[in-house]
């Protein structure tokens, strides 16, 4: 999966946010929110790329 920077700096949160998020996610045991991610299609191959939740993605690959 393709991160593409323009979507990962449209909305971008502060490290006070990103804090909160984390410790909800930990707290909770899961991304309660899902991961939005497009997909395109060219010469017969499929890509992906996140769209939404970068910040989840980035907590998630932290804690495995």
Do not use: C, S, V, W
């Not at 899902?34 to 010469?43: A, E, F, S, V």
């Not at 939740?53 to 980035?58: A, L, S």
């Amino acid at each position: 999966m393709k991160i593409k920077k323009e979507f990962k700096t449209f909305l971008e949160i502060t490290t006070e946010q990103k804090a909160g998020l984390e410790a909800q996610i930990l707290k909770d045991g899961r991304i309660l929110h899902p991961l939005i991610i497009g997909r395109y299609h060219d010469n017969g191959k499929t890509f992906e790329f996140l769209i939404d939740g970068h910040n989840r993605f980035e907590i998630a690959k932290k804690h495995k």
